[in-house]
């Protein structure tokens, strides 16, 4: 089968529905960028497992799939609310039994707007809980140019990210060195008042319960992540000095399936800002309904751009670190951000991308 032969379409018709449009809002008032982008990180994560669940099923007619990651969401332009929104999805790569579901979101009309590129990498399982193994799949069949490139961007994606694991088991370079050398000195000046990491920092607990179940006894990977984005959002506002908008979702990993009856720890901190941008990090932790089992479920990376009632990026100051931890998660979101510049300006924000 052919990448081509994968897509899926879904459309949501914000222009029409006033219902589905309120629910969308984040304000009930004129507000550029007024799309509440938690509520469409459910409907991306849907539409990515239906496109690879397709696909598995193809092969093994019992199999489920389940989000192993968010590669990558890169925010092209900020999304009109009243304006209807398309999603594209298709298979970019197979591995043994992982898939890259690649989604374009676009806003059709006169001037046609990109809003974001998205991709997942989901896996194919067979069996319910304990019991569920990973399946090998079929490959792809490339056939044109476009359709090869698209496999060799998976996989260069695949290994950015091997390349940031390593990484954070390395010493921090000379450059980053002295980065954290002058933040340190900045903060023993007289009369020192700048932003302290550890005081950027938002909590919030939730129990899971069967509503929001998905595959057997799982709980929906879109809703979990919903809630992340939205407390990471709430967090930029401790250090924006304008009003923060994501930029991209640099990475979300599904470190563990969220059960029903489990309580879910979500910590955000605001772990580095340079020009215009400020990357928060949320660690989700779940807890079992018996106390038994307590692990990380889900680590997340956001970027966002400080921006001012036109949407003009405006500088950011910066945020200091004053644990080792801190700056790590200082230099590990900085890398991210360094990535981001690679796409040059084909995002929002990226102006700002290219200064850090």
Known sequence: ??????????????S?????????????????????FGLLLEVLDKLAEETALHYAQRAHPEARVVTA??????VR????????????????????SSMEVGIRVTQPGDPPVH??????????????????SSVALPPLEYVDALERHREERALERR??????????????????????????????????????????????????????????????????MRHAYEL????????????????????????????IGDSLHYTSRVVYAAGDLLSVETSIARRSRDRTTS???????????????????????PVYPTTYAEDARLLEARRHCAELARYGGRHFGAAAVERP
């Open 232 to 259: 990471a959002s709430i967090c930029a506002e401790l250090a924006a000095t304008d009003r923060p908008v994501l930029a991209a979702v640099n990475r979300v990993n599904f470190l563990q399936p969220v059960r």
């Open 77 to 96: 332009h900020p999304a009109d609310v009243a304006r209807d929104i398309q999603f594209s999805a298709r298979l970019n790569h197979v591995g043994r």
């Open 69 to 74: 990651a968010v590669d990558n969401i890169l």
């Open 16 to 36: 029409t529905d006033a219902a589905l449009r309120r629910r969308f809002m984040v304000v009930d008032a004129p507000l550029q960028g007024n799309l509440r």
């Open 159 to 224: 290994e950015a990210y091997r390349r940031h694991l390593a990484a954070a088991q390395q010493p921090p370079s000379h450059e980053e060195y002295e980065l954290l050398t002058r933040l340190r000195r900045e903060q023993e000046q007289p009369g020192f008042a700048g932003l302290l990491a550890g005081r950027l920092v938002t909590e919030a607990w939730e129990r899971m319960y069967p509503e929001q179940e998905n595959v057997p006894r799982k709980i929906f990977g879109g809703y979990v």
């Open 295 to 317: 692990a990380l479920s889900n680590s997340c990376l956001f970027t966002f751009v400080n921006v001012d009632a036109e949407m003009r990026p405006r500088p950011m100051p």
């Open 1 to 14: 089968m052919r990448p081509l032969e994968t897509t899926r379409t879904f459309a949501l018709q914000l």
């Open 115 to 132: 809003v974001a590129s998205c991709y997942f990498t989901m896996v194919a399982r067979l069996g319910h809980g304990d019991e569920a």
